[in-house]
């Protein structure tokens, strides 16, 4: 029974909705197939399933700012990937266990039912903080009851020990917590239960100081064990990293080791760091598996840090997006990233050309685009996106460079990668973000950006030949 609580912050967030819409729908920075918050502030991806045959798809959610407060859990659904739906609100933060938001968390179909599992976050008035892994349960994937908290903070741990993530194996179930241990160090703690509710503390399987990493982050968040091709991947977004040449470059990184894990002692024995995205802006993943088994991963297309609340988009009331899904595969101890094959479908109006006959692109808001070379890039490349990015490639220092204008300062950024060479670009350009896959998602760029209304043209430079292929790319709400 949803309590007067729910029923009010529900209503108050459906009022906070009516009351925006016209201005958010007619930003010009708003998105056409990307999902958004309706009003708002949106981060983290949750609960990401495909249950009864339906795909499902959580966010964090503040309707009442574009800034960080107590969250809500906003929902979409299809049942194609392609074209979504607005569900009614999830979780609002209504209960004594999650008064300060209902953070985030992962979903799983058992018996016939959805589990959410999510983060209770309470902040006491001496400013201390209180966190509780908490259940709510549906049968039809809609509406929701609330089962209140299953796992209490355990020993060794602070209350930043947050977003759980579970899955089954060998028919136990497995939830693996962000933590930050009592030494102010990141870890990915795991516990296992035979029925969802009752949950045993099997340890930390990975984390800053353990397994040979050295001081690696005072806080892990939104940890994601998957596998791939055999092999245990542990997606996470550790933060407190210090820039290394061109490696973490933002305020926080995701990022996954590859290894083993023995269920049996909790012992996760991986190799080194590797982060998912060479963008400005991608954070807190998530994967789900669908009923094909293919692994396919949404990550919050943004990130807390000095520039959030100077986004354009915070005039019209709303904030931040999700990445289009993409499909991950495990190839030589590397994932590589790639569009999900529905995106297709909103493919419109395509055009080829040889490089050469044009040399630029006009009217581009809304599109994919693919460049194949004819032979791998020799000299230098270069890529710009309506008078606001620029993407490049110099074969002499083998190193690929997405650029944009800072927007406090006005300033060039730059976010740089090693790549021995470049032979094709699929690159996904909404209103006001870049998603740009390189030889086949070896490599991925995120950002947002925000050019002038008037500008829609993309323009290339360089000395090597491609074949380009560019789709019109439809809305999907």
């Not at 495909?50 to 859990?73: I, M």
């Not at 590859?258 to 802006?281: M, P």
């Not at 994967?287 to 807390?304: H, K």
Request: charge should be negative; glycine fraction near 8%.
């Amino acid at each position: 029974m949803m309590t007067e609580r729910e029923s009010l912050l529900k209503e108050q967030a459906y009022t906070e909705v009516k009351k925006y819409e016209k201005r958010v729908q007619q930003d010009p920075y708003r998105l056409s197939y990307h999902l958004m918050p309706p009003v708002g502030l949106l981060n983290d991806p949750n609960g990401l399933i495909q249950f009864n045959g339906v795909y499902h798809v959580f966010y964090q959610w503040n309707p009442f700012a574009t800034t960080h407060g107590a969250k809500f859990w906003g929902h979409y659904s299809s049942v194609d990937m392609v074209r979504w739906k607005e569900e009614p609100i999830a979780l609002a933060p209504s209960e004594w266990y999650e008064k300060n938001g209902c953070y985030s968390g992962s979903a799983v179909e058992s018996d016939g039912k959805l589990y959410l599992f999510y983060t209770g976050n309470v902040k006491l008035d001496d400013s201390t903080r209180e966190t509780y892994q908490c259940l709510a349960v549906s049968t039809d994937g809609a509406s929701f009851e609330k089962k209140g908290p299953v796992l209490k903070l355990p020993a060794g741990y602070t209350a930043h020990f947050r977003d759980p993530k579970i899955w089954n194996k060998n028919d136990r179930w497995y939830m693996i917590i962000g933590a930050q241990t009592l030494e102010g160090k990141g870890a990915a703690v795991l516990f296992v239960s035979n029925d969802l509710y009752h949950w045993e503390e099997l340890g930390p399987i990975a984390g800053s100081g353990m397994n040979g990493l050295g001081d690696f982050g005072y806080m892990w968040e939104c940890p994601d064990l998957i596998q791939l091709q055999g092999k245990e991947v542990l997606l996470v977004s550790p933060q407190g990293l210090e820039p290394k040449g061109h490696l973490y470059n933002n305020l926080f990184q995701s990022g996954y080791f590859v290894g083993d894990l023995d269920y049996k002692t909790a012992q996760f024995q991986h190799g080194d760091f590797v982060e998912l995205d060479r963008g400005f802006d991608f954070y807190a993943p998530q994967t789900f598996t669908d009923e094909s088994g293919r692994v396919i991963l949404y990550a919050w297309m943004g990130i807390t840090d000095e520039s959030e609340p100077y986004q354009p988009t915070v005039a019209n009331n709303w904030v931040h997006a999700l990445t289009i899904p993409r499909e991950l595969e495990l190839r030589d101890g590397q994932i590589f990233q790639n569009p999900a094959e529905e995106l297709k479908k909103l493919r419109q109006d395509e055009v080829r050309f040889d490089y050469g006959e044009h040399e630029s692109l006009d009217e581009v808001c809304s599109a994919e685009v693919e460049l194949d070379f004819a032979e791998a890039v020799a000299g230098s490349f270069e890529m710009n996106f309506r008078g606001e990015c620029v993407l490049s490639y110099d074969s002499s220092k083998q190193e690929m460079s997405l650029q944009r204008r800072n927007i406090i300062t006005g300033l060039c950024e730059k976010r740089v990668c090693r790549l021995n060479k470049l032979s094709k670009l699929q690159i996904f350009i909404d209103h006001s973000s870049l998603e740009i896959f390189v030889n086949g998602g070896q490599e991925v760029f995120t950002a947002r950006y925000f050019p002038q209304s008037e500008n829609h043209t993309i323009t290339f430079n360089g000395t090597t030949s491609f074949r380009l292929k560019k789709w019109n790319l439809g809305g999907v709400i």
